[in-house]
């Protein structure tokens, strides 16, 4: 998280989804993340509301509404295609979502943030398509918002080792001069392992140690990209598979699972590499990063 915030009435309005959505945000609501660099970003135009006994916030029915009846008819149906491409990707129809997610782009004149449109691709074994398409889509990150795309850029890099695209591969990984360092340690390490400047092994010292409490999802992110590592850099199918068993039964026990496509990459990879049961003893080593 980028932001706290106690109470925030935000001018739905302001964002408009031919321009795309704030990102990382799952669910039917947009929601703000400020840059680490400034602190501020995104705020222009919010209203902090003069707390008092008498105040009462808005229901997200009401925001909901207020939402949609800002937007134009392009817009909507921006809205409502990247929604169904989202719910059919958590789904693994992949053909279905990227049909859907190929109209929001085209109405949206390909300026939309839409990093799930090259997920969707990477999943269809579409691996230069879907380097690009992660890219372009880390740029525009980086550009409008100013923190590091790092989720982007590590598919996109595992896009390339197994697209055998090697040559792309620092390519992926080279962030836009100038943007602050990654904070959230799991991806900051991820990168350094996806570089070859760290041991996979190092994704441990980013895990909770309370399992049952950790809300940042350390403990399903470091799994889950540790696998994506020993698959695509390592070749390691029994490793990699162990490790996104461990991030899919993480993920299973996330309470707001379906408001999140993180929550259900684990188990879409586990379904398209069409990998067994892993056995306690691959478990228990890879829990332990070994």
């Given at each position: 998280?980028?932001?706290k915030?106690?109470?925030?009435v ?54 909901e ?19 169904k491409g ?13 049909s ?26 579409r ?21 590091p ?37 799991v ?20 895990t909770?140690?309370d ?10 992110l ?42 259900h ?9 069409k ?16």
């Open positions: 998280m980028r932001l915030v106690v109470c925030v935000v001018p739905l309005q302001a964002w408009s989804f031919s321009l795309g959505s704030p990102p990382r945000r799952e669910g039917g609501l947009p929601s703000v993340r400020a840059s680490s660099s400034n602190p501020e970003a995104g705020l222009s135009g919010f209203v902090l509301p003069d707390v008092s006994s008498d105040f009462e916030a808005p229901t997200l029915d009401q925001l509404a207020e939402y949609w009846s800002t937007l134009d008819d392009r817009e909507r149906k921006i809205l409502v295609a990247t929604r989202k719910e059919y990707l958590k789904l693994g129809q992949l053909d279905d979502a990227l859907n997610f190929d109209v929001a782009d085209d109405l949206g004149d390909g300026e939309r943030y839409l990093w799930q449109r090259g997920v969707t691709l990477f999943y269809l074994e691996y230069e398509d879907a380097f690009d398409d992660l890219l372009d889509n880390a740029d525009l990150f980086e550009e409008r918002y100013g923190d795309a790092s989720e982007e850029r590590l598919l996109a890099a595992a896009a390339a080792k197994i697209g055998r695209l090697d040559d792309r591969v620092d390519e992926a990984l080279t962030f836009k001069d100038g943007l602050p360092k990654e904070s959230r340690v991806l900051r390490l991820a990168t350094d392992v996806f570089r070859g400047d760290a041991d996979p092994a190092a994704l441990a010292k980013a909770a140690r399992d049952a409490n950790d809300p940042m999802r350390r403990n399903l470091a799994h889950f990209y540790a696998g994506l590592y020993f698959d695509a850099f390592r070749r390691d199918p029994q490793r990699a598979a162990a490790h996104m068993a461990l991030a899919d039964n993480r993920a299973n026990r996330e309470t707001d699972r379906n408001n999140d496509i993180t929550c990459l684990p188990k879409l990879h586990i379904a398209k590499r990998w067994h049961p892993v056995d306690d003893d691959a478990l228990q080593r890879a829990a332990l990063f070994q």
